[in-house]
């Protein structure tokens, strides 16, 4: 036998390549799939889209407000997806039995997160565009009204979301597929909290001392401030990448400590037989 | 060239593990060497333990106490290292259904960090004898297929030492013959060391070097087959393994 292969290097592409590939080539047959990109926001854009209509026709309706609330429904989805992304991503492993042969492979389960947030941008990216064009087509919403201040938005959103669905995989490894129904409604949880569709001034006390952790309702905020006064709080935007940062570390962490724990006790091991 | 005096490959000391801190021992100070180009099982009853060890082996479970290192390195701590000379197949894994057979091979390629990945590919189809499947969904193929797709995934990175856990559990007496065939085949030829676990006695007789015996998380036995059948004075290894597992019962009774 020839002499030993060296070991894959940390930042090689192949890995990375190769967990993405998987990840496309599940989409590209599959129907369920392809309605989780385009269909359910298509639907929310329809449903919110006619009240829009519906509410530019009462006198007393800021437009602006009315714009804000498709901008918001936009930005919101694109949060949802990008938490769902990751966690969905670690479920199909789990069904597909196929876990064990990632933590096995020479890649370490930081790799499979790095993976599963490529795909979520690839996902994020397609639905919403598709959704900002139909937006644009049937009810006159432009979201690049926004400007240069939208990437900023989409990508502190995306942080948020990365951060719970890291999170949310973490507790699904730990107590099982009990505990599946996270990927779906964890978000929701932090939606009242968001400010999506209202500003924080109109919460309750406590809802509104919450929301100051909660980093999606300094993002809603700002858009609303940008549609109505065409100015952004920069120091809302900070703030938000600050939580951004916190929530992240903090999901790694548990992520982290999960997998080791799962290592000394086996629990992911019971996923998915 | 196979045998004790063959280079270590993997090497496992007073190895132990338990699932709950006051709960009994799943793998109870286990001790053994693999060296290159060996074929070894190991056979034991359900709940023997032959699977948590493994799992140690590959670095998913941690040992309590004890250590296993492959190619020299610890895998509680190092596992990566070595993880690319390694492989791993079981009936309970299985592959995302709606991928092909050559999709799937080609993303374990990719995550192995291969090169020549579609002559790599076609090959191990047709070792594997899945080449007219290669555009097939996996949840297409009956189950001994899938336990082919499953080897041929362990084999994509060309491993050193392959852990194979009931491998022809759902395959029938000639496809199973037939992959023992292409694993000797490669034994012999790359130097590959096997490790393979089985409930099926007439097939440890036939394929594996030397056996290791287990009950109750401990080795109870050890050695080739025509060693183990003078020492224990049995006719075969069903007769051996019915004994020993007999004792084991009779003991905890």
């Known amino acids: 036998m020839n002499s030993p292969r060296p070991p894959v290097p940390l930042l090689a592409w192949r890995p990375m390549a190769g967990i993405l590939f998987r990840q496309i080539v599940l989409y590209r047959r599959s129907v369920p799939r392809w309605m989780e990109i385009f269909y359910w926001p298509l639907l929310d854009l329809l449903v ?18 009315v714009t804000a609330l498709l901008g918001a429904l936009l930005l919101w989805d694109l949060l949802y997806r990008a938490q769902q992304g990751i966690s969905v991503m670690f479920l199909e492993e789990i069904w597909s039995r196929n876990l064990i042969h990632l933590l096995i492979a020479p890649v370490t389960p930081l790799h499979v997160v790095a993976g599963a947030i490529l795909s979520s941008i690839a996902k994020v990216l397609l639905s919403s565009s598709v959704a900002a064009i139909l937006a644009y087509l049937l009810f006159s919403f432009r979201i690049f009204s926004l400007g240069l201040h939208l990437f900023f938005f989409i990508l502190a959103l995306l942080m948020m979301g990365w951060a719970l669905g890291i ?6 490894l730990r107590f099982g597929q009990e505990a599946e129904v996270l990927a779906w409604g964890v978000i929701f949880l932090f939606q009242p909290f968001s400010a ?9 006390g406590v809802a509104a001392a919450i929301s100051k952790a909660v980093p999606a309702s300094y993002v809603f905020e700002g858009m609303r401030s940008v549609l109505v006064t065409g100015r952004l709080p920069t120091g809302d935007l900070i703030m938000a990448f600050l939580l951004d940062f ?8 548990v992520y982290s400590r999960v997998i080791a724990r799962a290592r000394h006790k086996g629990f992911h091991l019971k996923l998915g037989s | 060239m196979a045998g004790p005096d063959s280079p270590e490959v993997l090497v496992a000391e007073n190895v132990r593990k338990r699932y709950a801190d006051e709960g009994p021992w799943a793998v109870d100070g286990v001790t053994l060497a693999l060296h290159r180009g060996e074929v070894v099982s190991i056979v034991g009853p359900n709940g023997a333990g032959k699977s948590t060890l493994i799992q140690m082996m590959l670095g998913l479970l941690v040992p309590d106490s004890g250590s296993v290192r492959i190619f020299g390195n610890e895998m509680a701590t190092g596992r990566r290292k070595v993880a690319h000379r390694i492989n791993y197949a079981s009936t309970d894994l299985s592959l995302p259904y709606s991928l092909t057979v050559r999709e799937n091979l080609m993303a374990y390629a990719l995550i192995y960090n291969m090169r020549n990945i579609g002559s790599r590919i076609d090959r ?16 297409r193929l009956s189950t001994g297929q899938v336990a082919r797709m499953g080897i041929a995934k362990a084999l994509i990175n060309d491993p050193e030492l392959l852990f194979l856990d009931e491998p022809t559990a759902t395959l029938d007496p000639e ?11 490669m034994v012999r030829e790359r130097g590959m060391t096997l490790l393979y676990t089985s409930h099926n006695m007439r097939e440890v007789e036939r394929f594996s070097d030397r056996i290791y ?34 004792q084991k019962r009779g003991k905890d009774e």
Do not use: C, H
Request: aromatic share 10%; glycine share 6%; no cysteine.
């Open chain 1, 48 to 65: 919110w889209g006619f009240l829009t209509l519906y509410l530019k026709k009462i006198p007393t309706f800021m437009p602006s407000a």
């Open chain 1, 167 to 172: 999170l949310t995989t973490a507790v699904i």
């Open chain 1, 196 to 204: 999506v569709f209202n500003p924080v001034s109109v919460l309750p």
């Open chain 1, 246 to 253: 916190l929530y992240a570390g903090v999901a790694l962490f």
């Open chain 2, 124 to 139: 191990l189809l047709r070792d594997m004898d899945l080449a007219s499947f290669r555009d097939v969904r996996v949840g």
């Open chain 2, 175 to 185: 496809v199973s013959a037939q992959l023992r065939t292409t694993l000797q085949t």
């Open chain 2, 213 to 246: 015996l287990m009950n109750g998380g401990r080795l109870v036995a050890s050695g080739s087959v025509s060693d183990l059948m003078s020492r224990f004075e049995t006719e075969d290894l069903e007769s051996l393994f019915l004994q020993m597992v007999g």
